[in-house]
């Protein structure tokens, strides 16, 4: 089923999509679940991985449809060719000089070829459903809220993962990966009037074996990403006045960065800890709607 834009009256929610790989394809199941209970899709936002997911949603596709674009667009392609002199220029800094702002370890052309193949000129602002996807500025460290220009280059620059892709420059400024600010970015939704979330977000998974210096690298990034994770969901819960219900799913097999393959299996599990908390969020969902009557009655 569609997810479906928000209609004056009908029961709706805002959608966040955290980082998380391919392991984000558990927002397939997220919406499939809100479509046949009759929910809308008020706004969605998107954060690195999670930014391709939040566009489809957004234009108003399917979960068939999603879980295509997940099988075209996320593949080994993507970071299989090497970046030459982005190695040489890391190796020997003063021989082949090193700039920031087109650093990175792996070819970008592979995955914005992908990308501008599938998305083409469509626009962020055009979408069926508002969506905003997220960056980190590379300047100062502060999440950079995206909801207009192409979708594209914003889901690159919310992909730029460090050390792998360069930056992307987007007005005036030079932006890396979002998971960076926010691997979960609740306040994108909190910021626009968001009163109940449905946050979707994964951990980074810890390495079994550390038996280089890229899967040393690795546990590094799962230990910060995890704690960023769950220090600034802790705040936006504790801060704000929004209803958020996370949806975290706790997979049973352990899923590699290109496994998709377990694409459907990780949907079912989006959409079972979905289900799971239907109850509570059409409780939600019901007191928000008595209150918004309430106020219109007294005016």
């Known amino acids: 089923m ?21 392991k984000c394809a558990a927002a397939i199941g997220v919406v499939k679940a809100l479509a046949e209970e009759g929910i809308a899709i008020e706004r969605v936002v998107g954060c690195s991985a999670g930014a391709i997911f939040a566009a489809v949603v957004a234009l ?6 999603c879980m295509e674009v997940t099988s075209r667009l996320w593949t080994k392609e993507l970071t299989a060719k090497r970046n030459t002199m982005g190695m040489l220029s890391a190796l ?3 021989l082949f000089g090193f700039r920031a702002d087109s650093f ?5 052309r592979p995955k914005d070829r992908l990308l501008h193949q599938f998305f083409g000129d469509r626009r962020i602002e055009d979408t069926q459903i508002p969506l905003h996807i997220t ?18 280059d914003a889901i690159r620059a919310s ?9 992307v420059r987007i007005d005036g400024k030079l ?9 979960l970015p609740v306040s994108v939704a909190i910021k626009h009037g968001a009163r109940v979330i449905i946050a979707v977000g994964f951990e980074s998974p810890y390495q079994e ?16 990403s995890n704690n960023l994770l769950k220090s600034r969901f802790s705040f936006h819960s504790i801060a704000h006045h929004s209803e958020v219900i996370a949806i975290i799913p706790e997979f049973s097999q352990r899923i590699r960065l290109f496994d998709t393959e377990k694409v459907p299996y990780i949907v079912e599990e989006g959409e079972k800890c979905t289900r799971a908390q239907m109850p509570y969020l059409r409780e939600l969902l019901a007191a928000e709607q008595a209150a918004a009557g309430t106020v219109s009655g007294r005016q």
């Not at 960056?135 to 594209?152: N, Q």
């Not at 992909?159 to 930056?167: K, S």
């Open 135 to 152: 960056a980190t500025d590379f300047a100062d460290g502060e999440l950079v809220d995206l909801h207009h220009g192409s979708i594209a």
């Open 104 to 108: 990175g370890l792996r070819d970008d």
């Open 159 to 167: 992909v730029a993962l460090p050390f792998a892709f360069a930056p």
């Open 175 to 183: 932006l890396v990966d979002g998971y960076l600010a926010d691997p």
């Open 60 to 65: 108003g596709y399917d979960a068939k449809q």
């Open 92 to 94: 020997a800094p003063r």
């Open 209 to 224: 074996r550390i038996g280089s210096a890229g899967r040393f690298a690795f546990q590094l990034s799962a230990i910060m």
């Open 2 to 22: 569609n997810a479906t834009a928000h209609m004056p009256g009908q029961p709706a929610v805002s959608l966040v999509i955290g980082s998380g790989s391919v």
